[in-house]
């Protein structure tokens, strides 16, 4: 017995040993994520790192259940101002509510600051992604992607195929009882441009969308590979994307005379050059780049633009006006939109804005620090990730007054259009403003061009908002769509 009692409480001792050294390792751990080594003799912004590795990433998961700024947000911006910093998905990180500082951040790329994303985006983009990239590589990637969505291509082009997508796409809603809006716009976008990037057909662009969808919901998620998990699933699903599209490619490669008039015809021009600026890897992962960013950020603000309009009909009564007054001034009744009344709108632009305003479906905006940067008296060191909300900022009751209430009328007052411009940032902004930019000005004006004069729709269910840093419609906005003549 006495034996057995010995032995107990030496293993209890052995135990209680063990928990005390891997205590020590992990705050060990924490503390070395928390402060940095080059940290040290400096005064970071305030803010909490949270529990070890995890950091506050559970917080920041955290669902809201409302179109206002997450409690995240809310509750740090409260206690430590607009720039603190906290520990996200096992990553150290500065985040930025404060528009002053944003705006400087966009001034200083390449200077200051350079590109960057989480660990896990990284993982999920590619590490040969376009957005770790700068000099002749970002060069030719945004001439690259400026041959779809530049503003020349959207003139002569690109404005003609939207419009007759967008018929086509609305008289088949109209014929179905019901249709689940966000999941019908994806289809809408992605079908018209994988067919221009890769030349693929309607049921091959709707399999491979719906690959792409996983990508958008683990970006900021707990890096965790294993089944039934958001960064499992993001993994699967970009394995299986990536596939198609590098046997696609190198099926390209091998018959390069042979043109299809898409982009990836440009791409194959480019590796096969005599000293080409990029490489396969770099090639697929800017196409997945691309093809995911032309429809997971206007799908979304659409989707809620049609909850919006919905519930402010006096805002549908104001843009039919507009656009049944384009309708009118034209000689020939059967032409279709041009660029010339595109320029023209101007209620239509409010009502634009104010979507973008209130949507902010992206996440946040990443940037490194490429120095040391001081801010409001505290020092960034250099190499710090810092996370730029744009959200924070277009909910700021300081900047947009009443920002929860829908109102496109708010960009017509002279005395606040400024301080809303400047402070104005749906597509990020300096050189590394979004390529896409132009693209979705004009998919969600041409969308109410056809659809306001053409449609009424009766709201079935679902429209609910939640946030977990980016916006979500869990359930989906289900409509039935009406022809008005």
Known sequence: MEGSSLLANRSYLVLCCVTVVIGWLLHWAYRRVS????????????????????????????????????????????????????????????????????????????????????????????????????????????????????????KQALIHELEDAMKQGFAAWAAKPSVEVHDALEDMIFELIAKKMISTGPEESRELRKNFVEFFKGILCVPIYFPG?????????????????????????????KKHGDLLDLLVEELQSEKPVIDEAFGIDALAALLFASFSAVSGTLTLGL??????????????????????????????????????LTFTTQVMNELNRMSNPAPGIFRKTITDVHVNGYTIPAGWLIMISPMAVHLNPKLFEDPLKFDPWRWMDETKRSLQQRNFMPFGGGIRLCVGADFGRLFISLFLHVLVPNYRWIEIKGGGVTRVGEMMIPEGYHIQLIPTT
Not at 309 to 329: R, T, Y
């Open 35 to 154: 402060n940095p080594p080059p940290c040290n003799k400096v005064i970071l912004p305030p803010g909490s790192m949270g529990l070890p590795i995890i950091g506050e990433t559970l917080q920041y998961l955290r669902v809201s259940h409302s179109i206002d700024m997450p409690s995240f947000y809310r509750q740090r911006l409260k206690r430590y101002g607009p720039v603190f910093k906290t520990s996200l998905v096992g990553q150290p990180l500065i985040v930025s509510l404060d528009h002053e500082f944003n705006r400087f951040i966009f001034q200083q790329e390449g200077k200051l600051f350079r590109c960057w994303y989480p660990a896990t985006a990284n993982s999920i983009f590619g590490q040969k992604s376009l957005i770790t990239y700068t000099g002749s590589v970002h060069k030719f990637t945004r001439s690259f992607a400026s041959k779809l969505f530049g503003s020349e291509n959207l």
């Open 229 to 257: 998990t958001s960064f499992y699933k993001c993994m699967k699903g970009r394995r299986t994307a990536h596939k198609k599209l590098t046997d696609l490619l190198r099926d390209r490669l091998s018959t390069p005379e």
């Open 307 to 344: 909850k919006l309009l919905n519930d402010n009909p006096q805002v549908v009564e104001a843009l039919k006006e507009e656009h049944e007054a384009i309708l009118k001034k034209r000689e020939d009744k059967n032409s279709g939109f041009t660029w010339e009344e595109y320029k023209s």
